[in-house]
T-cell receptor
Framework: DAGVIQSPRHEVTEMGQEVTLRCKPI?????LFWYRQTMMRGLELLIY????????DSGMPEDRFSAKMPNASFSTLKIQPSEPRDSAVYFC???????????FGPGTRLTVL | SQQGEEDPQALSIQEGENATMNCSYK?????LQWYRQNSGRGLVHLIL?????REKHSGRLRVTLDTSKKSSSLLITASRAADTASYFC???????????FGEGTQLTVNP
């Protein structure tokens, strides 16, 4: 298996633009997580899905952030409009079952100018 | 706030020495997990210890869990330069599916 796949790996955009991050989980995994990592705040959970259904979005910072999982093999995290403080590395992770280890993708490094 | 807090924040040792990192947490847990992150990369799962376990080994890794003190430690024996990375503990609470990560320990192993 190729592992969790994220795209793009790097994104540089200007303030106010829409940003879409993509994730393909490991086949057969029923949970998908979106995290954000910054030096100041560490690793934060933004939202997670179980069987394509959003379960906990309490970590989504504000209405500018939205996430979807239209099917078991694809999820998106969208920021509209983007702001410089959104600059971070965004990770997607997937797992099987509620209590097991998570498999992380390589991350998307987002820079908002 | 972060559930897990690692100690120390940074650790620098010589190759061949052992490295010990500690993690404290606040709530009841189902399990505690340790992850490693190399610079610029995603996190990689190292080991999971369940709340009813006290110690677990995997290769050069040894993890202990003391639920009465709400703490865990990760020991890396006979360290190598390639062990240089950030190490995170993550707690899985008894309900829900979220993992809560600590701030990590930056380990540097000097050749």
């Amino acid at each position: 298996d190729a592992g969790v796949i994220q795209s793009p790996r790097h994104e540089v955009t200007e303030m106010g633009q829409e940003v879409t991050l993509r994730c393909k989980p490991i086949s057969g995994h029923d949970y998908l997580f979106w995290y954000r990592q910054t030096m100041m705040r560490g690793l934060e959970l933004l939202i997670y899905f179980n069987n394509n259904v959003p379960i906990d979005d309490s970590g989504m910072p504000e209405d500018r952030f939205s996430a979807k999982m239209p099917n078991a093999s694809f999820s998106t995290l969208k920021i509209q409009p983007s702001e410089p403080r959104d600059s971070a590395v965004y990770f997607c992770a997937s797992t099987v079952g509620a209590h097991n280890e998570q498999f992380f993708g390589p991350g998307t490094r987002l820079t908002v100018l | 706030s972060q559930q897990g807090e690692e100690d120390p924040q940074a650790l620098s040792i010589q190759e061949g020495e052992n490295a010990t990192m500690n993690c404290s947490y606040k709530t009841s847990i189902n399990n505690l997990q340790w992850y490693r992150q190399n610079s610029g990369r995603g996190l990689v799962h190292l080991i999971l210890i369940r709340s009813n376990e006290r110690e677990k080994h995997s290769g050069r890794l040894r993890v202990t869990l003391d639920t009465s003190k709400k703490s865990s430690s990760l020991l890396i024996t006979a360290s190598r330069a390639a062990d240089t990375a950030s190490y995170f503990c993550a707690t899985k609470e008894t309900s829900g599916s979220r993992l809560t990560f600590g701030e990590g320990t930056q380990l540097t192993v000097n050749p």
